[in-house]
T-cell receptor, first 114, second 115 residues
Framework: EAGVAQSPRYKIIEKRQSVAFWCNPI?????LYWYQQILGQGPKLLIQ????????DSQLPKDRFSAERLKGVDSTLKIQPAKLEDSAVYLC????????????FGQGTRLTVV | AQSVTQLGSHVSVSEGALVLLRCNYS??????LFWYVQYPNQGLQLLLK??????LVKGINGFEAEFKKSETSFHLTKPSAHMSDAAEYFC?????????????FGAGTRLAVHP
């Protein structure tokens, strides 16, 4: 079974630049999550999609972060403009339902803002 | 509000010793509970999950966890640590709330195993 694909794996940008991350979830998974994991901390949910609709973006800094999930499949997360504190690993995950009982994670994109 | 607390950000054990990583949760609805492991520069891998079946859950690599509702705990254990167990471990609580599934993580515990 193919897993959750994310790209790029690593990205270094200067502050005030923009950046975009891409995620391809497991086929058929309706729920897609974007998490931010700052070094030494647990993953923090940024935004959650159910199919192509947003169900939770309460912790997304909407003045600089945006995300979309076209046709309920792939998703992109964008930061514009980036700040130093955005340096983190951005994790994408997908899940089918809770009967399956788990979310599958991609390897993440490590962002460094300098 | 739902939350997950992992006691101890760093745990160090000797090879062959018992591993105990603590997790407490708060949830207003019956939760699903998970332990994930993260090796350096890798994504999160599921170790084990509790989904309201048996309270003692066995996972991969010899790990197991026991759900104790009275203590709102889901501690992770392994009888004998191996050097390859050195990683970061995250407890997570999943629940169906507000019409959709939510997955909330603890801050993580870094496990070091020394000879």
């Amino acid at each position: 079974e193919a897993g959750v694909a994310q790209s790029p794996r690593y990205k270094i940008i200067e502050k005030r630049q923009s950046v975009a991350f891409w995620c391809n979830p497991i086929s058929g998974h309706a729920t897609l999550y974007w998490y931010q994991q700052i070094l030494g901390q647990g993953p923090k949910l940024l935004i959650q999609f159910q199919n192509n609709g947003v169900v939770d973006d309460s912790q997304l800094p909407k003045d600089r972060f945006s995300a979309e999930r076209l046709k309920g499949v792939d998703s992109t997360l964008k930061i514009q403009p980036a700040k130093l504190e955005d340096s983190a690993v951005y994790l994408c995950a997908s899940s089918l339902d809770w009967k399956q009982g788990r979310a599958f994670f991609g390897q993440g994109t490590r962002l460094t803002v300098v | 509000a739902q939350s997950v607390t992992q006691l101890g950000s760093h745990v160090s054990v000797s090879e062959g010793a018992l591993v105990l990583l603590r997790c407490n949760y708060s949830s207003s609805v019956p939760p699903y509970l998970f332990w994930y492991v993260q090796y350096p520069n890798q994504g999160l891998q599921l170790l084990l999950k509790y989904t309201s079946a048996a309270t003692l859950v066995k996972g991969i690599n010899g790990f197991e966890a026991e759900f104790k509702k009275s203590e709102t705990s889901f501690h992770l254990t392994k009888p004998s640590a191996h050097m390859s167990d050195a990683a970061e471990y995250f407890c997570a609580v999943g629940m169906f709330s507000g019409g959709y599934n939510k997955l909330i993580f603890g801050a993580g515990t870094r496990l070091a195993v020394h000879p």
